[in-house]
């Protein structure tokens, strides 16, 4: 016995050691590791509920990449992911066909982005669609014979072939003048160049589709709706005589209004009926329940306001009625999946800091939450059980399996299990203080990844955009918080007033307030953290934002410049009188600020950083693209020229070559570089 113990203590003491020898192996997350993490994407599940197929794009050493396809049994426990493509390219779009024995997939394998099928048995894939113009996106039709695809025309030409030509010619021209009639000019990153995003129906009866009707001829405006939108926004009808989607009616005010609506056309073409008429606000994602005898769909109710709460509602097809679903469910869902038989929908909504996965009863409107950690979207829900994506603030993203009860949490992939086993990441936590009006405000902290217990950490305080977001329990590859983390920061990230996933009312509450409430919340967030978590050195700190987060670094200036050491402004509005002239969705501002700046004058100055400069002293970090059309890029360099003319410590990272957010991943290195760099001078952070 005596032997059998100190032989059990030495085991014990053996794995400690090796454990201890594991995490002292792991190094802090940097942004090198971010980008060399492999990438999950293009899930899908069979009909039958028994296969699944997802895409992995695979990052080495060196920093190159592949994607391939691969194949899990669901109904073993124990199956291992089989590799079943190996192509150069990625393939990306997945979808099972009618019978589960092949593949449906995008990729570009001869010049254009076509659709290819694959069986499952074995063999090479083959070219569905042999088109002249790229397929964007596509959705197959419920009994398999048609399929609907996304691509980019001239919206007068009669077939695709007078768009190749009008293409070749504006290549071939000698002038470059861009002539206009109308906003929008430019939309997001790109100049209008009078194409438009339409559908087209081709037949699948075993040859090539070389034939296809553009359901949405002379259509002069884009479905799906860009910058964001796919194909969740087109759907069959559930006998496969029409297609439904969601689109902007043709006017003038293209600019100003957010006025999507539902339109049913049949396949064959033809006029277009207008399924939402009634609602001025916007409605999306056409869903059908199996036997087709309901549509649901989402809907807004505030016209020119892009983060209303969308409401569930359910038309019955047959007699017409229409209900919303769950009317008193504080929550706005981002997807909508029907039950086999209808009585029930899965969906996703932003929830106190999580994205969660609810089931709604069609019928009563009860709202029960079945996963809640995270952010997650749904893959496919069979008749047992729900697949999902998760991700969260130590998790890149991988698939999952739940029951429909909320039971029995399986992981299906760890796409980055060797790659995650090198990094430390910091511990987090959700915390809340009272803010504003003494109501309960939400945020994260996150220690430092080689934190030590009695020391005492500078902070990096995370200011989200939107301004209607959340810097949540997700993991991004922009703004990663575990970054700050792993560069010995302690990180800070509150969800001030007008944050999303707390009601809408909470949402609501920034409109016409930008530099009131979260200001308040922002300074009260702060001071308590402090309180709460001792090892956090609130008095050595830098912020930094992007967009509406670069805003309020702007805002910071002027009305609590002795808050910070440094502060990092991405995309940052300085100056609202120019910015309402020359951003390109101006809905956005004419919500935010109750009208037009002629309308309103007063309260665009009034919450205007540009007119407290006189207050301006902390350094600050300017960061902008210049193909940024949303926060164009004249606002970082007007914020940077006060600054260098004035004799405050400032410097400027211009991209030629981004947008609004930073997509080179070379880029994001020195983006990271040179925020980190800045950070580390002014709060001394060795």
Known sequence: ??????????????????????????????????????????????????????????????????????????????????????????????????????????AARNGTSQLFNLPLTGGEAMQVTDLP???????????????VMNMRVFPDCKDLTCTVDRIEAE????????????????????????????????????KPVTEVVDVTFGLDTETPPKPFSGMEEVTFTADGKHIVYSAKAPSKDQAWTTNYDLWKVPVTGGDAENLTEKNLAWDAQPTYSKDGRQLA???????????????????????????????????????????????????????????????????????????????????????????????????????????????????????????????????????????????????????????????????????????????????SGRWNAQLWAGAGYGVVMVDFHGSTGYGQAFTDSISKDWGGKPLEDLQKGLAAVGQQQKWLDTENACALGGSYGGYMMNWFQGNWSDGFKCLVNHAGLFDMRSMYHVTEELWFPEYEFGGTYTENKDLYEKFNPVNYVENWKTPMLVIHGEKDFRVPYGQGLAAFTYMQRNGIPSELLMFPDENHWILNQDNLQQWYKNVLGWMDRWTENK
């Not at 992939?413 to 009006?437: P, S």
């Open 133 to 147: 113009l790229d397929v964007n996106g596509y959705k197959l039709s419920n009994d398999g014979k048609q399929v």
């Open 297 to 475: 769909y989402l809907a807004m109710s505030k016209p020119g306001f892009e983060a209303d709460r969308y409401r569930i509602m359910l038309r019955d097809t047959v007699t017409g009625a229409e209900k919303e679903v769950a009317p008193l469910w504080d929550r706005s869902p981002h997807s909508l999946t029907f039950s086999d038989d209808g009585r029930t929908l899965y969906v996703t909504a932003q929830d106190v800091g999580q994205v969660s996965i609810f089931e709604v009863n069609t019928q009563f409107g009860d709202v029960r939450p079945i996963y809640n950690d995270g952010s997650n979207s749904l893959v496919a829900v069979t008749d047992s059980s729900i697949i999902f994506s998760n991700k969260s603030l130590v998790e890149p993203g991988d698939l999952y399996k739940i029951s429909l009860e909320g039971e029995n949490l399986t992981r299906l992939t760890n796409v980055n299990e060797d790659k995650l086993a090198k990094i430390q990441f910091g511990e987090f936590q959700q915390f809340n203080f009272k803010g504003w009006n003494n109501e309960t405000v939400h945020g994260y902290w996150i220690k430092p990844a080689n934190y030590e217990s009695g020391k005492k950490y500078p902070v990096a305080y995370l200011v989200h955009g939107g301004p209607q977001g959340s810097f949540g329990n997700s993991f």
């Open 171 to 206: 290549e071939n021209k000698k002038t470059t003048g861009r002539e206009y009639k109308q906003l929008m000019v430019r939309h997001w990153d790109t100049w209008e160049d009078h194409a438009r995003s339409h559908l087209f129906v081709g037949q699948l009866n075993g």
């Open 1 to 106: 016995m005596r032997k059998s113990s100190l032989l059990l203590a030495l085991t014990a003491a053996g794995f400690a050691l090796t454990a201890q020898a594991a995490e002292t192996s792991k190094t802090p997350f940097n942004v090198q590791q971010l980008v060399n993490l492999n990438k999950l994407h293009s899930a899908a599940v069979s009909n039958d509920g028994s296969k699944l197929v997802y895409a992995v794009k695979q990052i080495d050493e060196q920093g190159e990449s592949r994607s391939d396809l691969y194949l899990l049994d669901l109904t073993n426990k124990d199956a291992k992911p089989k590799q079943i493509t190996s192509h150069s390219g990625t393939e990306h779009d997945v979808n099972f066909s009618v019978d589960d024995k092949s593949i449906y997939f995008l």
